[in-house]
């Protein structure tokens, strides 16, 4: 019996690409553990752990937080992996987290979700939150019945600051200025795997056929295109 070697990939992709659908759905298909950078800080701030309270000090200030702490963070998490595929989500955004993951663990893949920013833009300033459930709304493709308010408790609903057009330009020059150097690492070493497209559904077909000639569909759904 051939023992398939466990898949170590990234998940690349600006704010508003995408990220958080297109990982669902390898989680559900590959059954791989997902890791995602924003989720973990978030919990160690909540748990305010010695790093927790270390990031949020610089999230108030409004920098960002250094490659060495989040390195620490990711690669603590990671040593509790070691017998999983699994796929990182907002690690490495800088070359030297690049660098300093690579001295621990060989990546196979990176998947990046090239989207246009026009279209990013689009997305994210049409996301309208309830603040109380988390409901989210997009006026594109999933408006409120009436708008401006919760359909379940009628309540108003917000756009958080981060979804405002001013934000969503300033996140996306960002992601670019830090990120690309990134992913020329990637291209580089031949590890970056770039899907590009407006829509979810139409870049997810492909990126699926790509994984499975990684990993077999643990999922028991047998259709078409997988969703």
């Not at 250094?66 to 990671?78: A, F, G, H, R, Y």
């Not at 992913?183 to 795997?193: D, H, P, S, T, V």
């Not at 990993?215 to 969703?227: C, E, M, N, T, Y």
């Amino acid at each position: 019996m051939v023992v398939q070697p466990l898949l170590r990939a990234v998940i690349m992709g600006p704010p508003g690409s995408g990220k958080g659908t297109v990982s669902a759905r390898i989680i559900k298909h590959f059954g791989v553990k997902h890791l995602s950078s924003g989720d973990l800080l978030r919990d160690n701030m909540q748990k305010k752990t010695e790093v927790g309270i270390l990031a949020k000090s610089y999230i108030d200030r409004g920098q960002l937080i250094p490659d060495d702490i989040m390195t620490q963070l990711m690669l603590n998490e990671l040593k509790g992996l070691d017998r999983y595929n699994w796929l990182l989500d907002g690690f490495p955004r800088t070359v030297a987290q690049a660098e300093a993951l690579d001295k621990e663990c060989h990546i196979d893949t990176v998947i990046d979700l090239d989207v246009p920013f026009e279209t990013i833009k689009c997305r994210l300033t049409a996301r309208w939150i309830h603040p109380a459930s988390g409901r989210v709304y997009n006026l594109e493709f999933s408006p409120p019945k009436v708008q401006g308010i919760d359909d379940i408790t009628g309540e108003p609903l917000v756009q958080r600051d981060d979804d405002k057009p001013e934000t969503v330009s300033k996140r996306l020059q960002a992601y670019d200025a830090q990120t690309k150097p990134v992913l020329e690492y990637y291209r580089k070493k031949g590890l970056l795997k770039s899907f590009s497209g407006t829509e979810t559904n139409k870049i997810w077909p492909h990126i699926y056929a790509f994984l499975q000639t990684k990993l077999p569909d643990v999922s028991q759904k047998d259709a078409a295109i997988p969703r």
